[in-house]
Every structure is written in structure tokens, then in C-alpha cells.
């Protein structure tokens, strides 16, 4: 994958690259960033440039052997490890490696819930574990094939328990010529010693036209008025803006508003009603709803302190302004919680209609100004 097909900011792309071309690239790099906004596919694509055997001052080449390995995830000089369900047949990354290739092939910016589907884990709990970090210590003491660095990409090592403090160890005393890109969307649940050994590259998330130029590279039939469309319901996050491209959704705001108002009236026939096109889609898409419900109250909030300065389309903004009035003296906090714990329940395999049916009530609660029941999410 080369940098100008990411949708990522040049900022993060000349850094990278000033990094290459100083030779001192940090042998530890943490890339942390929000699900979505590619941390991942910008990882990869650093790989992709130090490898490659004829780069131009800021991108790889693509065509050289090095590069088309690089770019079918299978180059014998990146080893990958990520989180999967260990067996008494299946300990090690290795074992899930052509699932991973075939995520990536559809995806650079994957959520966990992505890979739990490609595993058909039934939200089994993930974890990266000792005798993976054992492996990967195997693995990166081989010769290098290309003759360059040997890197290791590890996707969310905060699925690392205790298995941290071997990873640790390899981090402080690695192999010859061996890089480690950490990719993390939870930076809190990685060990404060790893992340002291490493270089912190934070990946904000990309904005409006940098998400709308990607989907528009990747869909050759889509108009820009709808690119720019999915792009700024996105919120920043390429994984929710590609899932609306695929499943043919339109952007959330028109139902999001349908149903707020409904959650406003308090109304049960018609809340039952409005959360019938939320969780027609399944699950994934109820969880892109409810995230993009979250920054859609984070503009809200921004807009009773401030003027938002993000890119919203007229019609949003208006509805900014009329819901900021409804909110006065309401708890954001309180709502943050209830659309945390919907999503944890949904996520969790918990009932959608009846989850999204008691969210809406709570919200009704709080926007009447009445005490919410926190017993019904065990706060």
C-alpha cells in the first residue's frame, strides 16, 4: 500500500518520512489513534516504503518485488501478530495468518468486531499470549530475507495481559535489525514501561476530504456529493464510511434525528418505530450508528460552548443549533455513559431492539429533566 492512497493527513506522512531519511528510526514505534482513523494501514504502508528497493522522497515505489509482497501482506521481512482465540491446535498467530490476509485485503481499517467475524469467534474473548510472544522472538532472530529491517507489526497489543512483560523484554534487548510497530486504539491498557521504550506517533483522524478522496479512489462509480456525504457522517472513522459505502447506507443523520426527536416525545410506538432502520442492518451497523451518535453529541456539546468550527452540512447544523437549546443544563455525561453501555451490549451479542428501546427511554429522562435510572446499566 503506498502513503497517497491512505486517507491520511500529509503531516503524518512527512513525519514518517523525515524519520526514513534520517536514519534514526526509533527501533520501537507506538502507532495510536481511534478505531477507524488508520493507524494500521499507515503502519503497513511504512513497512512498505523501508522495504522497498527504489522509494522516491515520499513514497514507495510499488512495483518492485519487495513492494507487491509487501503489498499482498505475505513479505517474508514483516512478521504480523495480533489477537486471536488459542486451541490445542491453533496456539500461535500463524495458524489465523490467511483469515488476516483476507481482512486486509478488504480492509486496511478493520475493528476488532471485523476480525472477531473473520475468526467466527462468537465474541469469544481475544488475547495475544506467551506462546506468542515466544514465537515472535523465533521468528524475528532469522535472517533477513531482503537484506533491509525485519519488522514486526503487532495489531492491538492491548489484548497483551501478563504477556506484556516478555514483549517488554524483547522490545529492550531486539534481535539485529529488527523494527516493532505497536498499533493501538487503547493506549491506557498497554504497559506504561513498553510504551516508555517506544516513539509515540499519535494518527489523528482524517478529516472530511481526505476520507471523501479515498472512497472515490476506491469506488469508481461514486459521485463526489455522496462521497462528501458518507465522509462527513463518518465522524473520522474510514471503517463506518467504507461499511456505508458497501451496504449501499445512507448516512445516519436523517434517522439519528428521527429517532431523537422520538426519544424527546417519549412516545413507545413511535421509539419503536424510529430504531426499526437502526437495527435492520445488523450489528456492526447499529455499533456505527451509536459511535456516530456519540460525535454527533460531541459537536452538539462543542457548539453550546463554541462556535463548531468542523465541516457539517447545513441541515446538520441546524439541527445542532435547535438541539443545543434542549440540552441546556443536561448532563452529557450521562449520555455518554448510556450510549457506551448500549454499544458494550451490543457488541456483547445483548438483545438490539431491546437494548436500543431502553437507550431511548433514558434519553427521554434526561431530556424531561427527570433523574436517570442508572440500576438499568449497573452504574
Known amino acids: 500500500m503506498l502513503f497517497k492512497n491512505l486517507a491520511a493527513s500529509e503531516q503524518i506522512i512527512e513525519k514518517l518520512n523525515d524519520l526514513s531519511k534520517s536514519g534514526k528510526i526509533p527501533h520501537a514505534i507506538l502507532f495510536?489513534?481511534?478505531?477507524?482513523?488508520?493507524?494500521?494501514?499507515?503502519?503497513?504502508?511504512?513497512?512498505?516504503?523501508?522495504?522497498?528497493?527504489?522509494?522516491?522522497?515520499?513514497?514507495?515505489?510499488?512495483?518492485?518485488?519487495?513492494?507487491?509482497?509487501?503489498?499482498?501482506?505475505?513479505?517474508?521481512?514483516?512478521?504480523?501478530?495480533?489477537p486471536f482465540i488459542s486451541s490445542k491446535d491453533k496456539g500461535l498467530s500463524t495458524f489465523f495468518i490467511e483469515e488476516w490476509r483476507k481482512m486486509l485485503s478488504q480492509s486496511l481499517y478493520p475493528s476488532v468486531r471485523d476480525w472477531q467475524e473473520y475468526l467466527d469467534s462468537n465474541n469469544k474473548q481475544l488475547n495475544i499470549y506467551t506462546s506468542e510472544i515466544r514465537d515472535i522472538g523465533k521468528r524475528l532472530s532469522l535472517k533477513s530475507y531482503s537484506g533491509k529491517k525485519k519488522i514486526l507489526v503487532m495489531w492491538l497489543p492491548e489484548f497483551l495481559g501478563k504477556e506484556g512483560n516478555i514483549l517488554l523484554k524483547l522490545i529492550e534487548e531486539p534481535p539485529d535489525n529488527t523494527l516493532f510497530f505497536l498499533v493501538?486504539?487503547?493506549?491506557?491498557?498497554?504497559?506504561?514501561?513498553?510504551?516508555?521504550?517506544?516513539?509515540?506517533?499519535?494518527?489523528?483522524?482524517?478529516?472530511?476530504?481526505?476520507i471523501a478522496k479515498y472512497l472515490l479512489s476506491i469506488d469508481n462509480e461514486l459521485?463526489?456529493?455522496?462521497?462528501?456525504s458518507i465522509a462527513i457522517a463518518s465522524k473520522g472513522n474510514v471503517n463506518s464510511a467504507i461499511a456505508m459505502l458497501r451496504d449501499a447506507q445512507e448516512p445516519f443523520f436523517d434517522i439519528y434525528r428521527h429517532w431523537l426527536l422520538a426519544c424527546y416525545k417519549g412516545k413507545y410506538s413511535e421509539i419503536i418505530d424510529s430504531i426499526e432502520p437502526i437495527h435492520k442492518g445488523g450489528?456492526?451497523?447499529?455499533?456505527?450508528?451509536?459511535?456516530?451518535?456519540?460525535?454527533?453529541?460531541?459537536?452538539?456539546?462543542?457548539?453550546?460552548?463554541?462556535?463548531?468550527?468542523?465541516e457539517v452540512p447545513e441541515k446538520e447544523s441546524e439541527f445542532l443549533s435547535n438541539f443545543a437549546k434542549v440540552m441546556a443544563g443536561r448532563s452529557y455525561e450521562d449520555i455518554y455513559k448510556l450510549f457506551n453501555e448500549t454499544i458494550y451490549g451490543v457488541e456483547r451479542n445483548g438483545n438490539i431492539k431491546l437494548l436500543l428501546v431502553t437507550l431511548s427511554m433514558e434519553l427521554n429522562k434526561i431530556f424531561k429533566g427527570k433523574r436517570i435510572n442508572k440500576s438499568v446499566y449497573g452504574m
Do not use: W
Not at 223 to 228: F, G, Y
Not at 289 to 304: H, K, P, S
Open 184 to 210: 493501538t486504539e487503547n493506549e491506557k491498557s498497554i504497559l506504561t514501561t513498553i510504551i516508555s521504550r517506544t516513539q509515540r506517533i499519535y494518527i489523528s483522524k482524517p478529516n472530511t476530504g481526505e
Open 32 to 82: 495510536s489513534s481511534h478505531e477507524g482513523a488508520g493507524n494500521l494501514a499507515v503502519a503497513l504502508a511504512f513497512a512498505q516504503y523501508l522495504l522497498c528497493d527504489n522509494p522516491t522522497e515520499t513514497d514507495s515505489c510499488g512495483v518492485c518485488p519487495n513492494c507487491i509482497k509487501a503489498n499482498s501482506f505475505m513479505h517474508p521481512d514483516i512478521f504480523f501478530s495480533f
Open 283 to 310: 450489528r456492526d451497523s447499529v455499533v456505527n450508528f451509536l459511535n456516530y451518535g456519540l460525535e454527533l453529541m460531541r459537536d452538539v456539546f462543542i457548539y453550546t460552548h463554541n462556535s463548531l468550527t468542523d
Open 223 to 228: 459521485k463526489q456529493e455522496r462521497a462528501d
